[in-house]
């Protein structure tokens, strides 16, 4: 029994893996350049995809054989809704629906206010709907809410 909690313990230290997952370039950067001391000290990894069929590719790898460290499944992801190919809904339904990836912690990043959407969002078990427009084009408090979550919550066990 100790030895699982410790092994708990020590995941709950580990670097924690993060996708994003956005088409916008502007908005890339501007995440990029607000979690960049956070990936330097070893915090976060991050990884980006430019649209939904892309991320859906590489998650649908991990699901298939996350195995190995290669193929760790990311702790949280940061999904916007409105992409070209596939858009955000898509991805989150394909997530909810694959029993390896469906307690995957995914937090939405869009300009819609839609109430409609917002709930629609919540439906689908996100962790946190948040306005592109509310952060302005400075993502401190993205990356103050990455940590203070990733420190303070038990993320599921991949």
Known sequence: MEEVSGNILI??????NIFLVDDDETDVIAIKRALRRKV???KFDLDIFRD???VTERLEEIGASADGEGNKIPDIILL???MPKMGGFEVLEKIRNDHKLK???VFILSTSKNPQEIKRA???NVAG???KDEMGNRYERLTELLETYSD???LPPN
């Open 11 to 16: 995941e709950f230290f580990m670097k924690k």
């Open 40 to 42: 330097q000290e070893g």
């Open 52 to 54: 939904g069929e892309a």
């Open 80 to 82: 916007d809704l409105n």
């Open 103 to 105: 307690t995957m912690v």
């Open 122 to 124: 919540y439906c689908k």
């Open 129 to 131: 709907y948040l306005v």
């Open 152 to 154: 303070t919550v038990a």
